[in-house]
């Protein structure tokens, strides 16, 4: 029953803005640990950003500055801003749900985003 639905990629131009939504269902995401990952053409799967159920972020290196990740807990919504977008951030965009008590993460289908002139 647990359910992650990303929304919000498409075509944009370098330097351009784009946000991003994770809309969750089927599970307390108020406590959960949620993250955006995201996947380019022939490589692995990264990490972007995290955020915790107090709020703490973390982002990596290659984003921080220009995306900005924020929950919105009455809403169930996971967010990522992001800004200054360049050709390197062409990807396939990932919602991801940590709990302590599931075996797994649990993955939204993603959202495909294409920083292009």
């Known amino acids: 029953q647990v359910q992650l639905v990303e929304s919000g990629g498409g075509l944009v131009q370098p330097g351009g803005s784009l946000r991003l939504s994770c809309l969750a269902s089927?599970?307390?995401?108020?406590?959960?640990?949620m993250s955006w990952y995201r996947q380019a053409p022939g490589k692995e799967r990264e990490l972007v950003a995290t955020?915790?159920?107090?709020?703490?972020?973390n982002y990596a290196d290659s984003v921080k500055g220009r995306f900005t990740i924020s929950r919105d807990n009455f809403k169930k919504t996971l967010y990522l801003q992001m800004n200054s977008l360049k050709p390197e951030d062409t990807a396939v965009y990932y919602c991801?749900?940590?709990?302590?008590?599931?075996?797994?993460?649990?993955w939204g289908p993603g959202t495909q985003v294409t920083v292009s002139s």
């Open positions: 089927g599970f307390t995401f108020s406590t959960s640990v």
């Open positions: 955020i915790t159920n107090t709020g703490s972020t």
């Open positions: 991801q749900a940590i709990r302590a008590a599931w075996g797994r993460p649990y």
